[in-house]
């Protein structure tokens, strides 16, 4: 196999190369690391990076027609493996969800094991295959799987198990112009080697005989595959020893190799939090090349997870350079750009829901799959009513069924408001408003004794706001979270006068995913009670909003 490290152009001194790349991409900037302030679509034709400013790890993308779709990751979530729609590559909205239920992957990911925190729903791929969408992925512990859908938006079908070998990651199909269908996959174990398999006609199954070793670093991952004019192009993200990840394309004129390869993207200098990472590889209609990954390996800070940018790319040599070239030839995080497509409005990922339709909001996802006739959006039209029920371990909220979630947009504050009925809760039951990582804190009504209270606990700290009377059954509950990732807390028994409560809550990372929020119930004593949600709007900073 030959490596072809990126090296400066021989002929120009380093400091004159950097100068040379800056202006030759005179409408990139690396303004500021994404991490407050603007994002997105700036109205004026051009947008700031990262485009979603979330949690939207392991991004996979690809066009079909005009239309672009994105997906990523979900861990334990559920509906697993989020679908996002855009026009623009810029502008996008939840769409769908892949996986509707999860115990057809397995049983630890349901409400009564809730045995997969940081595993589930890992990297995928999606494609368009033969008037098809075709999302393949991988969890870590049940093995690989695929869906398809003829539409995006749904519904998708019934998940298949393509193999049931554990370990396998990140897979990605790919159809050769004699329609032979292969499957790219990282191999168990410590040395995460590249693999290609034959896939069946229908792309239910792999040919185990049929393996193939295309590249054998030890620690590779997110793998795509493409085919342009002739030429196979493996994309995937390792590991380089003792440092950062860096992204490597592999290209060869034979499926099978060999292969020589290219670092093509690499860090943002001192920055490893928003690295470039994962991602997937497109063209516009008008011929452009774009670039979408996400940001950062998780670690302390990052409570918005791992937040997707969309980079251009320059075709150098017969590599797709992605972002801004630095000296060593490689693409580096490009922080603001013009757009690819211009004429469509600016649009954010949904996040209020007055819970006025009887289908779930596509933003939303339950912490595992929720147990069946505990929750209901027709039993009291527009209102969500969470019934109650005992978690697998008493008091704790990791443990707890059917509890509603969305990603925080970590873009420069917000502020969370939710009204709740409380006149069907029971003894022992507890609801309201959750913000959770490792961490968890809620604000919600407690009752016991046939008293309600509010109560803030914050990681164990409980913080008494009031006993409420019995005529006193309507209750807001308020987060107000600043650009740093902290939240205080307030309630109201008119949504007009609010109350703060408590010490603020510091968000962060845990089990490879950031800070979330959303609604939670749960009765420590019995299956009894209920609460009804009559709204949750969660407004946060825009993408004209600048907070430096």
Known sequence: MKFISPKPLRALPGWLLAVVTFFAVSSWAVADVGNYGAWGDQGDGTFKNPVLPGDFSDPDVIRVGSDYYFITSTFQYSPGMAVLHSRDLVNWQYLSHCVADLTQLGPELNWDRMNRYNRGIYAGAIRYHAGRFQVYFTTMDEGVFMTTATNAAGPWGQVTCVSNRHGYDDPCPFWDDDGQAYLLLSTPGKKWWTHIFKLSADGKTIDPASDRIIDDYQSSEGNKLYKFNGTYYVFHNQVVPHGPRVGVMMRSTNLFGPYEKKIILEDFPGRYDRQPNQGGLLQTEAGDWWFITHQGRGET??????????????????????????????????????????????????????????????????????????????????????????????????????????????????????????????????????????????????????????????????????????????????????????STFAWSLDGKTFQSIGDSFPFGWGNYRGTRLGIYSYNDKADAGYVDVDFFHYTYAGPHTRNK
């Open 301 to 486: 800070g990052t409570y918005d997870g791992r937040p997707a940018s969309l980079l251009p790319v320059k075709w150098v040599d017969g590599w797709p350079i992605p972002g801004v070239m630095d000296r060593h030839g490689a693409g580096t995080i490009a922080w603001s750009g013009k757009k690819p497509v211009n004429g469509f409005p600016l649009q954010v990922p949904q996040s209020d829901d007055e819970f006025s339709t009887p289908l779930m909001a596509p933003q939303w996802e339950w912490n595992y799959q929720p147990r069946a006739g505990k929750w209901s959006l027709t039993e009291r039209p527009g209102w969500l009513r969470l019934h109650a029920f005992p978690p697998l371990k008493p008091g704790d909220f990791f443990k707890a069924g059917d509890t509603l979630t969305q990603r925080i947009m970590g873009c420069g504050g917000g502020t969370v408001v939710t009204k709740l009925d409380i006149s069907g809760m029971a003894d022992g039951q507890t609801a309201g408003l959750c913000l959770f990582w490792s961490e968890v804190c809620t604000l919600g009504v407690v009752q016991h004794g046939g008293v309600w209270q509010v109560e803030l606990n914050n990681r164990g700290t409980k913080t008494i706001g009031a006993s409420l009377k019995s005529n006193q059954t309507a209750v807001w509950l308020k987060s107000l979270i600043d650009d740093q990732g902290n």
